[in-house]
């Protein structure tokens, strides 16, 4: 009996791993360069933006909340730090940790604002976005590069790590230019949510809440803080995901990441996790925003066809899985 | 404020509160607009049409108000509506790419083709269509709203560019013209075509029972199921409407501007159409609705767009001063909220007398 019910929980995973497979390796067949690894590490460093968002957006969903204010935030971020930098000539450290605690803040303040006054997350985060993105333009409305020669050696710092541990060059070299700071930021953002979601009181209390919030509480757990930490998490997430844009692009760019929020959704949804909360997990988004991640590649590489497949790829997609969650929840 | 509802009342205007407050707020934006910017409540006769900044922003809000009054009665029935965005884009495409049939696009080698009517209708049906899409996986399959809608609101875009190949549609069509800058009985036609649009689904939904009906299955729909009510049909009524008014605001649009982007046009439509909604009084949660609160809410977003442009702040910026109030707004909507501040003020004073 136990053992079914795990299969259950593991179903939509399990599929989303199938899937994923599948398509890298029809891929693969139908373009023979899918299978070298600068593309595999490309996945990543194309997309470290769009998994630590989408890792920030997994708590939420799993507490039952939406954040739609992530996007904005990530483009408010990435314009924030190239300017303090680049015009009030901050020192780049400072400046990025500036930039963090603006995300923690402004996440943890819509938190708060949706607990204690229960106003619907959808409309406060909403709020949030229109507030950021207008921030954003407020600050610059055009785009600021960085030239700041911090940054490329910040952006080389896996290599260079290397290299002081003795690697020889043309390894490190190579080494680095497939992991870029920006992949190695996004995996440890991924480890780091992994372990608190499995592994702390604080991931349980979120699995809790996302369940049935009214039960959490009778059962004690801290409905406020779980909820505020939450949003703070996920603005957190974003505000680190716009350095991360400032990291691999070397600009800041007001009107960056436009539907950046519903595609983490949708990264999230492909993932497993219920939009009603309680279900799911990170592994389940890393695996969804991998299978985005291959067939935009795809698509890109394949010239002369339409960039608009991969929306309506990824639309498809999203309804099967939604069907599919629909027919396990239904047989239960 | 209850004097605002009363005075209402004595104009044979009845409102319930949570009309009276977004009302409220769209009055005193009204005044503030009529003192700080000198121009704006004149009219002006200019052949046979009417000018002033009260027609703009109701000829501006035309294709919002349209949406909105659809997803009030979807959100009535407890659900969504997130694709209505993408649902314009693909609605003004397919009109737009009907009447140019340009050669990059698959509307080049449509048969019938020229004429504006089966132009505009073909729109209207495949938004009836993506609307008829929404209602069965939300109606029939059982799915949740906000994750079937989102389905079309990321794919429809893609079909949009998809059938404009990537570009802006641009034509020249006279009748075209007519329906997105001419005049009508002195008022922009574009308003005609709005206010027509709403009275005729408010008129469908509360005449007869469906409104009340589409509510009891926001409030319960196991309840509502039970006594009978026919939850199915009800569910995929509201979003098929919902879809039929977004294609129409769609064309709307690409009349307005000439031209038809798939990329752009009802871009953040659907998140306007909700907070219009939300603004106008009708509660997520659903179970009760008023298409005459979204359409005030409606009016409000544009007022306030308008507004903080007359004050010299740029688009991009205004967003800022938008989500403000929308949080502003929500916060004067929460019972908690207020009974808070209320317990807060009784506190001082007891303290300070």
């Keep these: ?72 935030t990530a483009a408010c971020a990435s314009i924030a730090l190239a300017c303090l930098i680049e015009r009030s000539s901050w020192n780049p450290a400072f400046a990025i940790l500036f930039v963090l605690a603006g995300g923690v803040l402004i996440g943890g303040c819509m938190g708060g604002l949706i607990h204690s006054c229960r106003l619907p997350p959808f409309i406060v985060t909403l709020g949030g976005m229109f507030i950021a993105r207008g921030l954003a333009f407020t600050i610059s ?65 979120v699995y809790a809440i996302g369940g049935s919030e009214q039960s959490a509480i009778l059962m004690g757990v801290p409905a406020a803080s779980t909820k505020i930490a939450v949003y703070a998490i996920s603005g957190g997430c974003a505000a680190l995901a716009g350095v991360v844009h400032t990291l691999s692009l070397f600009s800041g760019d007001p009107s960056s990441h436009v539907m950046l929020e519903l595609d983490s959704i949708a990264a999230v949804v492909i993932g497993g996790t219920l939009l009603s909360g309680g279900i799911g997990s990170v592994v389940g988004t890393l695996l969804g925003v991998t299978i985005f991640a291959i067939i935009e590649t795809w698509i890109t590489m394949r010239e002369g066809l339409n960039s608009a497949w991969t929306r309506i790829i990824v639309g498809t997609l999203l309804l099967a899985f939604i069907l599919l969650q629909r027919a396990l929840v239904r047989r239960k | 404020m209850r004097s605002v509802v009363a005075m209402s009342r004595s104009f044979g205007v009845t409102m319930d509160s949570r009309v009276a407050w977004p009302f409220a707020a769209l009055v005193a934006l009204l005044v503030f607009n009529l003192v700080f910017s000198s121009d704006f409540l004149t009219f002006q006769v200019r052949d046979g049409r009417l000018y002033g900044g009260l027609v703009d922003i109701f000829e501006n809000a035309a294709p919002l108000i349209l949406v909105a009054a659809g997803v009030a009665i979807v959100i009535g029935t407890g659900g969504i509506d997130l694709s209505v965005g993408s649902v314009m884009a693909i609605s003004g495409t397919v009109a737009a790419g009907m009447i140019a049939r340009p050669e990059y696009s698959v509307f080049n080698n449509v048969g019938f083709g020229g004429s504006i009517l089966p132009a505009i209708s073909l729109a209207i049906v495949t938004a009836g269509i993506a609307g008829l899409l929404n209602g069965t996986l939300v109606g029939i399959l059982g799915v949740q709203p906000l994750m079937a809608t989102l389905v079309l609101m990321v794919a429809g875009r893609g079909v949009a560019q998809l059938l404009s190949d990537g570009q802006i549609i641009t034509f020249r069509e006279p009748a075209m013209d007519f329906l997105g800058s001419g005049a009508w009985l002195g008022l922009p036609v574009a308003i005609w075509i709005s206010l027509c649009g709403v009275v005729f689904v408010a008129v469908i939904v509360r005449v007869t029972a469906i409104g009340f009906l589409a509510e009891a299955i926001g409030d319960n729909r196991t309840a509502a199921a039970l ?127």
């Excluded at chain 1, 060059?169 to 499995?198: C, H, N, Y």
């Excluded at chain 2, 998140?271 to 359409?295: C, K």
């Design chain 1, 141 to 205: 409305r055009e785009s600021v590069s960085i030239h700041e020669p911090m940054y490329e050696q910040i952006y080389d710092l896996p290599a260079s790590v290397l290299r002081a541990f003795g690697v020889n060059d043309a390894t490190a070299e190579r080494i680095g230019f497939l992991l870029p700071t920006a992949s190695v930021i996004a995996i440890a953002a991924f480890l780091a949510a992994l372990v608190m979601l499995m592994r702390t009181r604080f991931g349980r209390n």
């Design chain 2, 227 to 353: 006594s009978g009510v026919p939850v199915r049909p009800l569910v995929m009524f509201a979003y098929v409407i919902t879809g039929l008014l977004a294609g129409v605001a769609g064309i709307l649009v690409v009349c307005d501007i000439g031209a038809a982007d798939s990329i752009r046009a009802g871009r953040d439509k659907e998140l306007d159409a909700i907070l219009a909604v939300v603004l106008g009084g009708t509660t997520l949660s659903g179970g009760r609705f008023s298409i005459l609160g979204a359409v005030i809410g409606a009016l409000l977003i544009q007022t306030l767009t308008t507004t903080i442009l007359a004050q010299g702040i740029v688009e991009d910026s205004a967003r800022l001063v938008k989500g403000g109030v929308v949080i502003a707004i929500c916060l004067l909507q929460s019972d908690r909220f207020r009974s808070g501040v209320t317990r807060a003020w009784k506190w001082r004073r007891s303290s300070t007398s």
């Design chain 1, 1 to 72: 009996m136990r053992a079914i019910h795990r299969v259950r929980r593991a179903g939509p995973l399990a599929i989303t791993a199938i899937v994923c497979i599948a398509l890298y390796v029809a891929a693969g067949i139908l373009e023979p360069d899918f299978f070298s690894m600068s593309i595999v590490a490309g996945f990543l460093s194309n997309h470290a933006v769009f998994l630590i968002v989408a890792v920030g957006m997994t708590f939420v969903i799993l507490s039952g909340g939406i954040d739609l204010s992530v996007g904005a």
